[in-house]
């Protein structure tokens, strides 16, 4: 490993190996904003040049087109990257702004060979269940995803915003390698419930929006006001209005401590997160997304900074702080159901 190099962590007790962080590609195709491609198909290469070897979409990124488009680099580099898609949010036909949490096991296989065909890969490495359908019993859910496991179409299952309950009912079914939830500085709800139940049945916890979408790092200050009219983020309350002036000014303490280490404001949000891994006892990958290769170097970067007791002492009551829920309607995330 050289000195740019990240380190690695495993993914569950038998799941595979990747560097400590992972690369969020939703953005390449989807959600915030226009897109460069040769910009993230270098970021892409950048990235694995680095050590990141997690690569994480799902099929409703664009209504399957993040998968299509991240075909020929996992094609190249079949065996050094670990591919993480998901399944879940149906887009019904007559409108397609909308989706349908399915977790049923015709959906269910009609998405995984969908994937399979866009990713133009024989087996995904990490095949989630992207949100939780109330109305089937995950139990059922899991047995499906595990008989895609005995199919050799899927080599490892994991599950995106669950409660701690709901993990260990799944676990019963089948391992579970990694548990994808939102946490940061902004976000740290799964630490009542979903962390331990991780910690206690050695899953790893893949961290999405580890910057806050880009808030943490003062990339925008107010959605309405700074982004697109495409952009998710003005979807959020926490991203606007009121709501984004007080959440500003919770930055503060992130900027003190960046000065003071020589980074960015986004890398101690990350090095924040990534030492979660030993202040909770589990492995923590998170995936901060980005289409720009200079992004990557700065995200990686975060893998080498180690923060003081005392600063995370200041960053500590941040999350407590934040004015606005992180979606519009919190029913389909763990902390809605816990």
């Not at 075909?71 to 989706?99: M, Y």
């Not at 977790?103 to 065909?117: F, G, H, K, M, T």
């Not at 961290?207 to 700074?226: H, K, V, W």
């Not at 303490?253 to 909770?280: F, K, M, S």
């Amino acid at each position: 490993m050289t000195d740019s190099t990240i380190p690695t962590a495993r993914l569950g007790d038998g799941g595979p190996e990747v560097g400590v962080q992972g690369l969020g590609c939703m953005g390449m195709s989807f959600a915030y904003g226009p897109t460069d491609a040769d910009a993230s198909r270098a970021t892409l290469e950048r990235a694995l040049e680095l050590g990141v070897t997690l690569y994480d979409t799902a099929d409703a990124y664009g209504a399957g087109e993040n998968e299509r488009f991240l075909a020929p680099f996992v094609k190249a580099h079949r065996d050094e990257v670990v591919i993480a898609t998901k399944f879940a949010l149906s887009i019904p036909p007559d409108d397609p702004t909308k989706r349908i949490i399915r977790n049923d096991e015709p959906y269910i296989r009609q998405a995984v060979e969908a994937s399979l065909r866009r990713l133009d890969v024989d087996v995904i490495d990490l095949y989630y269940m992207h949100r939780r359908d109330v109305n089937v019993p995950i139990e059922e859910t899991v047995a499906v995803m595990a008989d895609l496991v005995r199919e050799g179409k899927v080599k490892h299952l994991g599950l995106s915003e669950v409660t701690g309950g709901e993990l260990r009912a799944a676990q019963a079914v089948h391992p579970i390698a990694a548990v994808q939830s939102e946490w940061s500085l902004f976000s740290r709800d799964i630490e009542a419930g979903v962390v331990p139940a991780a910690r206690e049945l050695g899953a790893a916890l893949v961290a999405y929006s580890p910057l806050g979408r880009g808030f943490l790092t003062g990339s925008f200050a107010d959605a309405e006001q700074d982004l697109t009219a495409g952009d998710f983020r003005r979807q959020q309350p926490r991203f606007t209005g009121d709501n984004a002036a007080a959440n500003a000014a919770l930055l503060a303490p992130v900027r003190t401590v960046a000065e003071a280490h020589g980074a960015t404001p986004g890398q101690i949000a990350l090095a924040w997160a990534q030492q979660r891994a030993q202040v909770h006892g589990l492995p923590v990958i998170p995936i901060p997304g980005t289409r720009k290769p200079a992004r990557v170097d700065e995200n990686t970067g975060a893998t080498r900074i180690v923060l003081t007791q005392d600063e995370l002492s200041l960053l500590e009551p941040i999350a407590g702080k934040v004015a606005g829920d992180r979606y519009a309607d919190m029913t389909f995330t763990s902390a809605g159901r816990e």
